[in-house]
């Protein structure tokens, strides 16, 4: 009786145990759904160390803190999800491989990448993409600077209209107890700095009491346009299927300095999102982001006709060369129409990078800007003030989002002459090779008529430096581009030391002589006067020395004779032309240095060993 007893005393607590983790489970997935991720993630944490739903709860935390962009910590869930690799859907190794970027494990994630692929995964060219990223070998740097009117909260999406600074954060002067269940902080409204520097919110019209921003401004300033929840005449819009609130953007006219009609844009909609306005600098495009249906997936980027009094033309899809499976989020197009947006579909340094695209030419590529700009985590809402260097960046790579201050320098023109070392005079078709740190070739380039050449290089690295013609030796150097932030242009002039071969700078053949003779016949002239040229005119400090020789027939005393005959002709013939005769030294070699070398040479053999040769003994 007693062991029946606590049988039924297990199973009834047992069973309030399993109730209560059911409860659990039920509220945790109920605040998942309602977005209150940070609340979530406390009590998915509780499950799993009770043992209950463990996968499925993992999967969840992972998912969660990859929202929460915490990728350190969705790693460590994610791993646990692989471990029973069985049961590991493809899909998990690409959300993984996701988490290891934003982690910094760059070689880790490549390799779940390719398994994704090697799975048949459903996202191909978005992964093909990450895998054969190649970043341009040239590009333009930023120096960032963290600013000075960031909060504990969130602070993105900067702009600057007339002598303002306007950014989005989630600061809450307005002592709202109100808070964002995704993040736990207050909603998101729009500010403006001051002359002081201090951060007042922009207008009781503008902001409300859920998301407010960013903003994009009319070129005249004349009117905002602006992101906001689906909120209008101080009530909440209708929410979506799923009871989401989607954002909208709206318009407001400036009116002696407030800002009124504010109005939502036609093209807006209770089921889906429209957000991140940005203006073109002809007031008449709007761009913005948007997940609505016929998308590439995720959200996408789009452009809209401004056609005045709240009319606008029908919103275009940039296409598929921009808009990837993934999100495209928060353009901004500049006065030369280089679009510039973040994305986590086409690669790069972590889980959302800031990217440039000519939309003038129909055949530029996605460019990213590099890993001063770009971080391991998300990089966001890239402003820059027109005709300026000048702008702004967000990112959270510090942990919450924050506005860094950028100033932008392009790369430096690196120029300069290609110029003989001995004379002086500018070398054409020297070809000019530039190799990166790990010598791989970055720029091949060869100087024109002038000796002239000029290239594009990034600043703050040591480029290796290969030069050559084919009359010159080769030369090698490294250029440092550091520390040259105020320069425009880098000046490195190359000076070729000229090979010391007469024959070959003078483009000249030996010169023949009959048998038996040492007068300097009709086509040895020809070739003499071409080395008086190079002596003259060229080289004017040329010394050279003249070697004759002679073929084996006779004594070799005769031949020695012979050829001191030979070489003196050749001198005076030199010495005729003008050439001084201190810069000519001469010598006989008889037959002891065959062109040659046969003991029963032909006729055609023994022309080739009566001959005059040059060779140089200083070149200053």
Not at 5 to 27: C, E, H, I, P, T
């Amino acid at each position: 009786m007693k062991k029946l007893y606590y049988l039924s005393l297990f199973f009834f607590v047992f069973s309030m145990s399993v109730q209560a983790q059911y409860g659990k489970q039920k509220r945790a997935d109920k605040l998942y759904n309602n977005l209150a991720y940070t609340e979530a993630v406390e009590v998915y944490k509780d499950l799993i160390e009770n043992d209950y739903n463990t996968r499925e709860n993992r999967i969840k935390l992972a998912e969660i803190y990859m929202k929460l962009r915490s990728p350190e910590n969705a790693v460590f869930y994610y791993e646990d999800i692989l471990e029973d690799s069985l049961n590991s859907s493809a899909e998990y190794y690409y959300d993984y491989a996701r988490a290891l970027r934003g982690a910094k494990r760059y070689e880790e994630s490549r390799k779940w990448l390719q398994k994704y692929l090697d799975s048949d995964g459903k996202v191909v060219t978005e992964v093909s993409k990450i895998l054969n990223a190649k970043h341009p070998e040239v590009q333009t740097t930023y120096t960032l600077t963290k600013t000075g009117f960031n909060s504990e909260f969130s602070d993105f999406g900067a702009v600057k209209y007339g002598e303002k600074t306007y950014f989005v954060s989630a600061r809450n002067t307005n002592n709202s107890d109100k808070k964002y269940s995704w993040n736990n902080e207050p909603f998101l409204d729009i500010y403006e700095l001051n002359p002081q520097n201090e951060a007042t919110s922009i207008s009781e019209e503008i902001n409300t009491k859920l998301h407010d921003g960013p903003l994009s401004f009319s070129p005249n300033g004349e009117t905002l346009y602006f992101t906001r929840n689906n909120y209008y005449n101080n009530k909440e819009g209708k929410r979506d299927e799923e009871a989401t609130n989607h954002l909208k953007i709206y318009s407001a006219q400036n009116s002696g300095g407030s800002w009124t009609n504010i109005q939502e844009l036609p093209f807006n909609s209770d089921a889906y999102s429209v957000g991140h306005p940005s203006v073109s600098k002809d007031g008449k495009t709007l761009y913005f982001a948007s997940n609505m249906p016929g998308g590439q997936g995720g959200t996408d980027l789009y452009k809209v006709a401004i056609n005045g009094n709240n009319n606008f033309g029908v919103p275009e899809n940039l296409g598929e060369k921009i808009n990837t499976a993934k999100d495209e989020t928060f353009p901004f197009i500049d006065e030369d129409e280089e679009l510039y947006f973040s994305s986590s579909g086409h690669g790069g340094y972590g889980l959302a990078d800031i990217f440039k695209i000519d939309l003038k030419n129909g055949n530029a590529q996605i460019t990213n800007l590099g890993e001063t700009i770009n971080s391991n985590l998300d990089d966001f809402s890239y402003f820059r003030e027109s005709d300026t260097n000048a702008g702004f960046i967000a990112s959270n790579r510090e942990g919450s989002d924050n506005v860094y201050a950028f100033n932008r320098l392009l790369p430096l023109i690196l120029k300069g002459k290609v110029t003989d070392a001995v004379n002086g005079n500018p070398i054409a078709q020297a070809t000019i090779r530039l190799f990166n740190e790990r010598k791989e070739q970055i720029a091949f380039l060869e100087s024109d008529n002038d000796g002239n050449y000029k290239t594009k290089v990034n600043r703050n690295i040591s480029i290796p430096l290969e030069a050559k013609q084919i009359e010159y030796k080769s030369f090698k150097a490294t250029l440092s581009t550091k520390n040259m932030e105020d320069k425009v242009e880098m000046e490195y002039n190359i000076a070729l030391q000229p090979v010391a071969d007469v024959e070959y700078l003078a483009e000249i053949n030996n010169i023949y002589f009959d048998f038996d003779k040492s007068n300097i016949r009709p086509d040895a002239a020809k070739e003499l006067d071409k080395l008086v040229k190079l002596m003259r005119d060229e080289y004017p400090d040329l010394v050279i020395e003249i070697g004759s020789h002679t073929d084996k027939r006779g004594s070799e005393a005769y031949n020695e004779a012979l050829a001191e005959r030979r070489a003196k002709a050749t001198r005076d013939y030199l010495i005729a032309e003008g050439i001084d005769k201190d810069r000519i030294k001469e010598q006989g070699y008889g037959e002891r240095e065959p062109a040659i070398a046969c003991d029963r040479c032909s006729r055609e053999q023994h022309q080739l060993n009566r001959r005059s040769m040059f060779s140089v003994v200083n070149m200053n």
